[in-house]
Structures are given as C-alpha cells and as structure tokens.
C-alpha cells in the first residue's frame, strides 16, 4: 500500500531558527513530490514540486529535497518567521494511471516571535 | 486567471439529507479531482474526472457520486449525509495527469 509519513507532528521553535520537516513515502517508484502550505481553514498552496529525476528544488528561503532511494523528502525553511505558521503537507504522485496524489498528515508549526 | 474556484464556501446540512458541491477549473484544465480532508488529517483521494468521464475513484462509498460538465467544470454529490462527512472538501484541477492545482475548499458542517 501506498502511504506517506510526516514527522512530526506539530513543530514549535522561536522566530529565526531554522528547521527540517521530514516526509517518508513507502513506494520509492513516485513521479514527483510536491510540498503544500495550509493556513487553517483555507485550501492548500503549493510550495516546491520536485520531479523524479531532481534532487532539489529552492524556493526563497525553501529548500526540498528528494532522495527515491530511501524514500525520504525534506523540507528546509530557512530563518523562520511568524507568518510561516501553517500546517505544512507533502503529497506523492505516482504517475500511470495513477491520477491521484497521496498526502501525509501534515506538520503543524509554529513560529514564535 | 480566477485559478480554481469552488462554491458555496460553507455549507451546513442535517444528517440524511443530500449536498452538492462545485468546482471551476483552471483556464484551459481538463481534468478535476475531488479530496475530503477530515480536521487534523491530510485530503484523501474522492475520485478524478476526465472527459466527462470519472476516470479514478478512492475508497469512497457510493454515496459520494461526482459529474463533470462540457465546459470542464465538476460537482461533487453526496447522498445521505453522516455525521462523519463533515470536513473540507477540495477540488484540484490539471491538464490531464499534470501538476493539480487547488481550489480554496467548501467547508461542509453535517449536524
């Protein structure tokens, strides 16, 4: 079965640091690997989306990154702020027939001034 | 570009009765997709249309029933609402098995 992992769950650091959130998928056979930000209630804005065959994509102050082999996506925020409070979501795209995106749960972080 | 737009933007309904939500693709998309996103919890695939057609379909029982129009626009139906069909329900729009685009979501409340 398909799945994505994201750990963890909910994320709190104080405003310029600069944090990891991790997303594991079990089908190393993924497309693409795209990353989303939610604000509560609101509807999903795409971060970066990295094709199969890239190793990262940057964003600003975003960086992701794709390892196939392992399994493993990282999202990488730089100098945290306030307004970068959301709940962050990445999602795997196998492609084929295959037209649906898997999601994981979710990261909720909070930055604190 | 309007992007995706979906409407109403809340919407309460009484358990048993019947809904019917809408979405507008992207200009010059084909192709929608419908997600539930229960609170706390990442969207979960509905089922995707493609030329008037429902193309792929997730573990949804039947009472979830969609169409998509000439135009390309969609509606998601849901028969016989549960207390458990309370969530946000997104549509996403592609040109074809391209990168979805995501609409702001309608925000269904079941009482």
């Known amino acids: 079965k398909q799945e994505v992992t994201q750990i963890p769950a909910a994320l709190s650091v104080p405003e310029g640091e600069n944090l990891v959130l991790n997303c594991s998928f079990t089908d190393s056979a993924i497309y693409n690997l795209q990353w989303f930000r939610q604000d509560p209630g609101k509807g999903l804005t795409s971060l970066l989306l990295?094709?199969?065959?890239?190793r990262e994509q940057t964003s600003g102050r975003l960086n992701a990154s794709l390892d196939k082999s392992s399994g493993r996506s990282t999202l990488y925020i730089a100098a945290s702020q306030p307004g970068d409070s959301a709940t962050y979501l990445c999602?795997?795209?196998?492609?084929?027939?295959?037209?649906?995106?898997?999601f994981g749960k979710g990261t909720k972080l909070s930055v604190k001034p | 570009d309007a992007g995706v737009t979906q409407s109403p933007t809340h919407l309460i309904k009484t358990r048993g009765q019947q809904v019917t939500l809408r979405c507008s693709p992207k200009?010059?998309?084909?192709?929608v997709s419908w997600y539930q996103q229960a609170l706390g919890q990442g969207p979960q695939f509905i089922f995707q249309y493609y030329e008037e057609e429902e193309r792929q379909r997730g573990n949804f029982p039947d009472r979830f029933s969609g169409h998509q129009f000439p135009n390309y626009s969609s509606e998601l139906n849901v028969n016989a609402l549960l207390l458990g069909d309370s969530a946000l329900y997104l549509c996403?729009?592609?040109?074809?098995?391209?990168?979805?685009?995501f609409g702001p979501g309608t925000r269904l409340t079941v009482l």
């Open positions: 996403a729009s592609s040109l074809d098995l391209d990168t979805q685009y």
């Open positions: 200009s010059g998309h084909d192709t």
């Open positions: 999602a795997a795209f196998y492609g084929g027939s295959q037209g649906n995106l898997i």
């Open positions: 990295i094709q199969s065959s890239q």
